[in-house]
């Protein structure tokens, strides 16, 4: 067992978290995480008020043990979501894109706040604007890192703010635990990895194919979702970098979003240009390929769908070849972590 500022800040046994994935991360998966003695998160940006509260309440009625859940800041609903957050008193509130004005009200019931960064720069920002700990998110990830990877860019955050620091991109193994720690991090949080693991969502042929990929099966571009991004390569995926600007899978897409969102037109035309005016705000171009990534994405999960649908992966499902429990894949990372350690110390002169 490893004693880490993240265990000691959180409550929890081990220093492994569950990224938050939108539509991924179910009450079941995430309380699975919990209930192994990791910190399970819920991504609520797909939801609305309603919803978020129920899935809170689902993961109380399922665990005891801390959890958090992730609001993209600039989405629709961002504050509505974040608002039954702290109503409920969920121990952890992680966010990205945006600055928490909630941290007080969080801190007030003895909640923490991690913000999600992937430039050194913004961790010192996050750090003063009242973040207890930060999400370093490496290149390597799936979805939305930059430029630098894990291996530059932890030690380098490590060097320059004195909070717990959960390593994020490439990891999913005992070995990258040891790693994450060596870097100057506090524990390391797991999407793909835990994507692929008996508790999750996600239909059989993307497991199957993440399974069967190697380090070299990912793509990173803007296309997919109008941000920088990696998914898994599927001939879909690859066609996507391919073509122009898809205006008509961007009005269906945004339709859908609409529809899953249960918005009003009026608050759906509202949510779009809050979204613009917000500091890390996009431009309409960006709102459209989000609509169209979600749909592809809504394709991969629940249908299966392998020649429409993309799958948003990261380069480590290269080392990934078993669906385990989640219980049984946090044990075992456990117990590689510390025989690395044991390991390296036996290299001393």
């Given at each position: 067992m490893f004693k880490t500022r993240m265990t000691e800040m959180f409550g929890i046994k081990h220093p492994i978290?569950?990224?938050?994935?939108?539509?991924?991360t179910e009450p079941k998966l995430v309380s699975a995480v919990c209930n192994a003695g990791g910190l399970g998160i819920l991504a609520i940006a797909r939801c609305n008020a309603k919803e978020t509260r129920e899935n809170i309440r689902q993961i109380k009625d399922m665990t005891d043990k801390p959890f958090g859940i992730n609001q993209i800041l600039i989405g629709p609903g961002a504050k509505e979501n974040i608002a039954v957050a702290i109503e409920e008193k969920v121990p952890v509130i992680n966010y990205s894109l945006g600055k928490p004005w909630f941290v007080n009200d969080v801190h007030a019931y003895g909640g923490k706040v991690v913000g999600t960064i992937a430039i050194a720069k913004h961790a010192a920002k996050a750090v003063q604007l009242g973040c207890d700990?930060?999400?370093?998110?490496?290149?390597?990830?799936?979805?939305?890192?930059?430029?630098?990877?894990?291996?530059?860019?932890?030690?380098?955050?490590?060097?320059?703010v004195n909070v717990p620091l959960i390593a994020a991109g490439g990891f999913y193994d005992g070995r990258g635990l040891a790693a994450a720690l060596s870097l100057g991090a506090d524990g390391i949080s797991m999407g793909s990895r835990f994507m692929i693991v008996k508790e999750s969502m996600v239909h059989g042929n993307f497991k199957r194919l993440c399974i069967e990929a190697t380090e070299q099966d990912t793509l990173y571009s803007n296309v997919f979702d109008g941000l920088d991004g990696r998914v898994l390569k599927t001939e879909e995926?690859?066609?996507?970098?391919?073509?122009?600007?898809?205006?008509?899978?961007?009005?269906?897409?945004?339709?859908?979003?609409?529809?899953l969102m249960n918005l009003s037109l009026p608050k759906f035309f509202a949510a779009s240009i809050e979204m613009l005016r917000a500091e890390e705000g996009h431009p309409l171009w960006v709102l459209a390929r989000q609509?169209?990534?979600?749909?592809?994405?809504?394709?991969?999960?629940?249908?299966?769908?392998?020649?429409?649908?993309?799958?948003?992966?990261?380069?480590?499902?290269?080392?990934?070849?078993?669906?385990?429990?989640?219980?049984?894949l946090i044990n075992r990372i456990i117990s590689e972590a510390a025989n690395t350690i044991d390991k390296v110390s036996t290299l001393k002169s």
């Open positions: 978290m569950l990224a938050g994935m939108n539509w991924i700990a930060l999400v370093v998110t490496g290149n390597e990830a799936a979805a939305h890192g930059a430029a630098a990877t894990s291996m530059v860019l932890i030690p380098i955050v490590a060097s320059m995926a690859e066609a996507m970098m391919k073509r122009g600007f898809p205006l008509v899978e961007a009005f269906k897409g945004a339709l859908l979003v609409k529809k609509a169209v990534g979600n749909m592809k994405h809504l394709k991969a999960l629940n249908d299966g769908d392998v020649e429409e649908g993309i799958l948003f992966a990261g380069q480590c499902c290269g080392g990934i070849s078993d669906i385990p429990s989640a219980e049984e």
